[in-house]
């Protein structure tokens, strides 16, 4: 007998003066045992699946760098019996969209199928997670889409910055290099390669899954089970923790260019820490929230130094980081990294106001509903809420959650977290004032 579970089912009214949605999410297992969550809804004949597999490029060996990158720009390039033109046009055929991608400490897969012709969809994309051909001669296009991204990656400053930092701030660890690889891992790696990160990469031990749409628990479970369920069950250990490892500076990488670009960022804070609320409420008012945030009417309006500046909370799984970015010209760069700093500084020392607060709690607790605008959309954040071990709950709890944050919290944790004198800077160009 088939077991399935659907174990819970929760409704979630989200209301804001202009849009109200319902969610009800169910938790499910299939028969083999996957756990996966659902929104069902049956009102438009297609839906949406995801599916996130803890790992990611952090298990590319130090000399396979870009080895899982590769392999899942491979996986629709022909599977089973279909080349790789015969795979797009049945994919084309059946109005169906498939997309693999990978992060440094996931790779996802999502597809979007229409009801009357599921199964077929179905089928055709276990084919491509199962037995993916990796033919030699789509290896090696492949390989070269992927090279070529890479130089052009050595002539972007914004690359440039990010690579940059991640060397110096990670040393020996997978995060120091692109998920991407480098010419010289990327041009090394053989389909023996590409098959051993096949199997270190899917495996069901390690997935999350989300759907949403019309779908059934019971069907959910089944194709869960018919797409992933002859998938290794375990894989590779993971690396271990590190630490950002930068201490407060500023590092040139001189690049001919009118405009210096500057990534900057110090140590950051868990995502299951208590005050993490407080801090994405923080980083919204300092630089998160466009036009509105202190950065940017410190930077651009008064200054007129940057067309844009933003900073952004980065909770990876081996380690945490609080990052920012601006570009000016080369001669106005050393000014805008004054001003960012000094604001990094007043906003430590001396907090936020209760009127910030109140702005940065309406925009959030306002927008949040608003993400739950399709089953893609959906499937994405259900998986994503899996991902960092939250609950099906959080989404009625989250807004609750902003609430409850008070001008003391965010101010305690400015003063915990913001460090001026730690922040250090990769500027890329030719910039006056920095050498």
């Known amino acids: 007998m088939r077991r399935l579970i659907a174990a819970l089912t929760l409704s979630v009214t989200a209301v804001t003066a202009q849009a109200q949605t319902q969610i009800n999410i169910q938790e499910v297992t299939s028969p083999s045992g996957i756990e996966a969550w659902l929104v069902e809804e049956n009102s ?11 790992g990611g490029a952090v298990l590319d060996a130090p000399d396979k760098r870009g080895a899982t990158n590769l392999m ?52 055709l994309l276990r084919e ?16 070269s889409q992927v090279l070529a991204g890479i130089r052009s990656d050595a002539n972007n400053p914004n690359r440039i910055a990010s690579a940059a930092l991640d060397a110096a701030a990670f040393g020996d660890h997978p995060y120091a290099t692109p998920i991407n690889g ?33 779908l059934s628990a019971e069907e959910l479970g089944e194709i869960i089970d018919a797409l992933i ?39 950051g804070i868990e995502r299951d820490d208590e005050d993490f609320f407080a801090a994405f409420i923080l980083n919204e008012i300092l630089g998160g929230n466009g036009v509105e ?56 020392s001396e907090g936020i106001t209760q009127e910030e607060l109140d702005a940065a709690k309406t925009y959030l607790t306002g927008a949040y509903p608003l993400r739950f605008d399709g089953n893609a959309e959906i499937a994405g954040i259900l998986v994503g809420m899996q991902s960092v071990d939250l609950t099906p709950e959080y989404v ?24 001026p004198d730690g922040l250090h800077f990769v500027v890329v160009g030719e910039p006056e004032g920095l050498q």
Request: charged share 30%; glycine share 6%.
């Open 44 to 54: 438009i004949p297609f839906a949406a699946i995801e599916f996130v597999f803890d």
């Open 293 to 348: 945030s202190r950065l940017y009417r410190e930077v651009r309006e008064k200054r007129g130094l940057t067309y844009g500046v933003s900073t952004f909370l980065v909770p990876k799984d081996f380690t945490e980081i609080y990052l920012g970015s601006v570009a000016s010209s080369n001669d106005r760069i050393a000014d805008a990294i004054e001003v960012i700093r000094d604001e990094w500084a007043a906003l430590a």
């Open 72 to 123: 899942m720009g491979l996986i629709e390039e022909g599977a089973g019996d279909l080349t790789a033109r015969e795979f797009q046009e049945r994919r084309e055929a059946l109005a169906a969209s498939f997309s693999f991608d990978t992060f440094d400490d996931s790779v996802t897969v999502s597809a979007v199928f229409l009801s009357e012709n599921r199964d077929e969809a179905i089928a």
């Open 128 to 143: 491509a997670l199962i037995n993916p051909r990796f033919d030699q001669d789509a290896v090696d296009r492949v390989r």
């Open 182 to 214: 480098t010419e010289e891992t990327v041009t090394a790696l053989t389909r023996d390669d590409i098959l051993e990160a096949h199997r270190n990469a899917l495996t069901t031990g390690r997935v999350h899954v989300g759907a949403a749409g019309d």
């Open 229 to 267: 369920g002859d998938l290794p069950e375990t894989g590779p250990e993971l690396p271990e923790d590190v630490a950002f490892g930068l201490d407060g500076g500023i590092t040139v990488v001189p690049y001919a260019t009118p405009q210096s670009v500057a990534l900057f960022g110090h140590s």
């Open 396 to 419: 009625a709890n989250r807004n609750d959650f902003i609430e409850a944050v008070t001008l003391d919290d965010v101010n305690r944790v400015a003063a915990e977290l913001l460090d």
